[in-house]
Every structure is written in C-alpha cells, then in structure tokens.
C-alpha cells in the first residue's frame, strides 16, 4: 500500500517594501547625524582646550614677570612695577631751589656790575629751565593696558588667537552665556582681599586698561567656553 506524501507549502520568499527601505534610509541618516555631531564636538572641545592654553601660557608668563618686574633692570618697562619718573624728579626739584635767588638777584643788578657778572647771573637763571623741562616729562604709574598691548606685542605671544573666531583674544568683564560673541574671551579679575573676619576672603572686579599697576596685584583668569560659561584657569601674583 502506497504511503501517501505529504505536500510542502510553497516558501514565500522575503521581500523589502517601501517602509523597510525608508527605516533603513532613517538609520543611515541617524548613524551620519551621530557621527557629524560627535566630529563637532571634538573640535570644539579642541578649540576650548588651545583657549586653555592659551590662558596657561599668559600666566605662567606673568607669574615670572611679577617676581622680576620691580627690579630695576626688568626688561618688559611697560609692565614694570613701583614709581617710575615722579620718583626720580625730586632731586632735580631740590636742585633747582638754589637757582632762584640767583634770578632774583640778576632782577636787581645795578648797571655798574661787570659784563662778566651779568654773564654768571644769566647761566643761574638759564639753569632753571632743564628743572622745569625734567618736571614736564614725569609720567605715572604703568597701567594694564600699555603692559596687556607690550606683551602681544612679544615674540611669543604675537601669533596669540582666539581659535573659535581666529582673531586676537580679548578681555571682557565677565562671561555671559547669553552673548554668543565672548566665546573664546579672557577675564582677568583683580582679587582685593577683604577685613579678617568677612563673610567673603576677597572681593573681585575687572582689570581695565587705566588701572595702575605699580603694586603687588593678585589677579584670577578665566576664559569663556563655547557656551560663553567661565572655565577659571588660575589666581596667581602679579
């Protein structure tokens, strides 16, 4: 007796429709999207990191220049510290105290004075006008601004750049995380420490360019990330 065979279902074979087609279309859009996103944010971690640097090289320049900058023979003079001139003109000022009687006397000279009397009063009195001349050249204190300009000015710090803008890094008064424009920034801060016993060790304010800086100064930087968020570099003594 012949056993009867059993028939096999046809096997259908898979097919990719219009909707397989565009999941995987989405797939590769997201996979690129990961990738692209992932490449930018490298570079701006890149560009955060030489902005660090950046700011590291600057202090570490003017932590040594604030050890040597009140030295007499300090290299850098716009950024040298103490009195400068007004210091020195005090002993031509006393210099000159003992010409005076001398003018005055030639004012009462009679006519009778030899032309070689007359001759001496007339350098006394002429003596005075270097004095007066050295009074007009006296010049205050450094200020942060003819330092800051001195220093790009430096080998070293001449190829400076902001590298999110390519530009030549600026000094701002603080980080704004709304102002897009600041990324990249410096804010040097001048730390005033404040009476034993307060609430807060110090106060903080921005370094113009018109400060003086013939002191001790003890100062904070910081850079603007790309979000515009301060990244504190460090506090050192300038």
Known sequence: ?????????????MKFTPGDYMFLGFMVFVLIAV????ILAHEEATKTDESKHNGEVLVAWMTEAGTKRFEPDFAHGPCAGGLKASEHSQPVAIAAAPAEPASAQATLLPAALSASDKE????????VEPVAKAKEEVKGPNTWGA???HIFALAEFKEFKNPFFDEVPKFVAACVPTDASLTGAFVIEKLVATAPGSSVPYIASQLVDTDA???????????????SYAIKIAEFEF
């Open 213 to 227: 800086i013939e002191a001790k100064m003890q100062l904070r930087i910081s850079i603007c990330d790309k979000g």
């Open 120 to 127: 001496k009063s007339t350098q006394s009195s002429e003596a």
């Open 35 to 38: 990738v692209w996103v992932g």
């Open 1 to 13: 007796m012949d056993t009867p065979t059993e028939e096999k279902p046809p096997i259908s074979k």
């Open 147 to 149: 330092c800051i300009e």
